[in-house]
């Protein structure tokens, strides 16, 4: 009895420790990017001054309106001469898209 206790823990113990060693592989899978183990260290080219004043001129998006203004379209045609341009579109085959559009 004790020699089958040793022999299945051991046979256990193997498995355990097997299934581990497979796992952590440093090859990467297909699909994946290059294994970059170790890259190099590179300082940065700017003191600090210039990235401050670069950073003073770009400041981060805060507040309420953090998205830009769009402006507004200017055309040059009349509302009357686009309604036109559109009816001769429809009738040269242009469906105007409505519904439901995902």
Sequence with gaps: MNIKNITLSSIVALAA???????????????????????PAVGST???????????QNRPAAGE???AQVQ??????????VRAELRQAIEHGYQV??????
């Design 72 to 81: 507004g379209g200017y055309s040059d045609q009349s509302r009357a001469e």
């Design 97 to 102: 898209p409505s519904g439901v559009q995902n």
């Design 17 to 39: 420790l097997s299934g581990s060693a497979f796992a952590a592989s440093q090859m990467p899978e297909s699909g994946v990017g290059p294994l970059f183990l170790n890259p």
């Design 46 to 56: 700017l003191t600090r001054a210039e990235v401050r004043a670069e950073a003073i």
């Design 65 to 67: 309106q953090t998205v």
